[in-house]
């Protein structure tokens, strides 16, 4: 990770610190650095979207403007998912794609995503000349003048034609399906419906009214207790919880169960096994897998591996290795074949794919998948290294570990977008869970790392 550019972009709160200044200067960047290698004398191409934030306008109008004045032409998505970004630049030819968002943060937070022209997280060396432009230690680049200034365009075009490339995936009607969407408030709002009335479903949707303020408020994948309660009032058959820029998705069973991302690699790739298209017979996982799932794969047969959390790793980790499905217990999942990154509506299409396949309720199909007891605390410090490598601290977590032993298990990592530290046990029972979770909390609190 880099000063300003974590696991998933360069996130913060926005007009404090991630400005428009830097939106600037990262589209003023970008821009000149694909007009060092024009293809046929063409201009440097890139294309954006946004989420449904009220500081998203800002910045997309800051690196707009920067792409302009560094003589690059910029194509608008306006409000779209950060799956038809990767789709969009990948199929129709940019050099990059832009996407503003926080993911399943708050509002007042922002984040920029960059895309490569294959649809990827873009390359690290690549964002280390971003992060040293930023920085003052770039290239001197004079602005574009006269007709070597951009232009902007508006790409609704783009858009339609990745929700036609998502229905186009559904190897069954969804006719006679009763579904819940919550669509968090946030980018999928004007997609998600959409797509699945295309396919047939009877939808009800909640959380599709934003305000630039209302994302991921009370709502969406991380907030799944609306849908919950939607799908058992309503006699939903399932229920699909999607993030602010919905490249995750969490579902809800006919009974108001919730259905982690764990579950619905394991229902995917033992839909893919039974039909011999499981490739490589691998689920590719990150560390943060429920010990469930992991039981539940070598009871069928299948292998796993895992990788660091991000869905970055998980993709690197797959091209590596030719797998077909990977991804993570919080909703980001990956079907190579069809994205190169997660995306919660593909991921809900899919899921009922088995379900019509199966012709069994997505209770059935989850069944053997036994989760553990889990409990993951985030607690806010003011230097995450520090925190980690204190003695006292490493001492806690040895602690732990060893009273766990082969019961359970103990991790510790550090956010790759905010400022924090967290804390996860798996166990037996919650309670030993949340006793050995806030046995390390406040070891960390006593040793004054934590910021209120």
Known sequence: MGKYFGTDGFRGEANVNLTADHAYRIGFFLAWYYNQRPVDGQRARIVIGKDTRRSSYMLEFALASGITAAGGDVYLLRVTTTPSVAYVTKVDGFDCGIMISASHNPYYDNGIKLINDQGEKMPQDVIDEVEAYLDGKGPEIAPAARDKIGAAFDYDSGRHRYIAYLISLAVHSFRGKRVGLDCANGAAWSIAKVVFEALGAKVVVINDKPDGLNINLNCGSTHIEQLQRLVVEQHLDAGFAFDGDADRCLAVDERGKLVSGDEIMYLYARHLKEQGKLETNTVVT?????????????????????????????????????????????????????????????????????????????????????????????????????????????????????????TG??????????????????????????????HVINVIRAKGYEVK
């Open 409 to 438: 298990r103990i991790l510790v990592r550090e956010s790759g977008t905010e400022p924090l530290v967290r804390v996860m046990v798996e166990a037996e029972t919650q309670e030993l869970c949340s006793e050995y979770v806030y």
């Open 286 to 406: 990150t560390v943060m897998s429920n010990f469930g799932l992991y039981k539940a794969l070598e009871a069928i047969g299948i292998d796993y591996a895992k990788t660091a959390v991000g869905d970055k790793y998980v993709y690197e980790y797959m091209t590596t290795h030719n797998n077909v499905i990977g991804g993570e217990q919080s909703g980001h999942i990956i079907f190579s074949k069809y994205a190169t990154t997660g995306d919660g509506i593909l991921t809900a299409v899919k899921v009922m794919e088995v379900m019509q396949d199966k012709r069994l309720p997505l209770s059935q199909l989850c069944e053997p998948v036994k989760i553990y007891p889990q409990l993951l605390v985030n607690i806010r410090v003011a230097d995450k290294q520090a925190t980690q490598e204190d003695p006292d601290v490493k001492k806690a977590i040895e602690e732990v570990a060893e009273r766990l032993g082969s």
